[in-house]
């Protein structure tokens, strides 16, 4: 799936509730019986926690934190984000990494030294929302919902209502 700009608006126009559907199919396809998984926080944390219902899976989703591992720790600190906690045993385990935006990779390779500090998996794959390219890194999802192009002043972010339902929001940085 392609995401187009709105015409005339020049605004990028995403339904986060169609690519979680998209996502869920692609999760559906990757997803192994013995699975697990592992949302980075906040985003993906909560993409996990949605998938892991509406698969019909027992327990809890994983959630992982990059705030230890991140090359930015010096000017960011110790964010407000969710710490990691992984309720199964990550040695010899099939984990699929969610997220909501790829983007430079930096995220996702903190993330890994993060879960490589509770053991060694099987295997691990990412699948993602959204795809934004300008990678920084070799990291790939091995699947995306959508794959957009947004100028590098632009962050994007999944947010969502009290209620669980996802939109976008589009910020200048």
Excluded: C
């Excluded at 909560?46 to 991140?70: C, F, I, K, T």
């Excluded at 192009?149 to 972010?157: C, E, F, N, V, Y």
Aim: charged fraction near 20%; avoid cysteine.
């Amino acid at each position: 799936m392609t995401a187009h700009s709105s015409v005339g608006a020049g605004s990028l126009v995403l339904d986060a509730q169609a690519l979680y559907t998209e996502l869920l199919r692609g999760v559906r396809a990757l997803r192994g019986p013995q699975t697990h998984l592992a949302g980075i926080a906040s985003g993906g944390a909560w993409l996990a926690e949605r998938l892991q219902q509406d698969l019909g899976l027992d327990g809890a989703p994983g959630v992982l934190s990059s705030a230890m591992h991140r090359d930015d720790f010096a000017q960011r600190g110790l964010a407000a984000s969710a710490q990691t906690s992984l309720p199964f045993d990550v040695n010899g385990a099939d984990i699929l990494v969610l997220d909501d935006v790829l983007y430079t990779g930096r995220t996702v390779r903190a993330v890994l030294n993060e879960l490589y500090d509770y053991g060694r998996p099987a295997r691990v794959r990412l699948a993602v929302l959204v795809d934004r390219g300008g990678r920084e890194l070799p990291i790939q999802a091995d699947f995306a919902a959508a794959r957009v192009a947004l100028p590098a002043t632009q962050s994007l972010a999944l947010a969502r209502t009290d209620s669980g339902h996802f939109h976008f929001q589009v910020k200048e940085v």
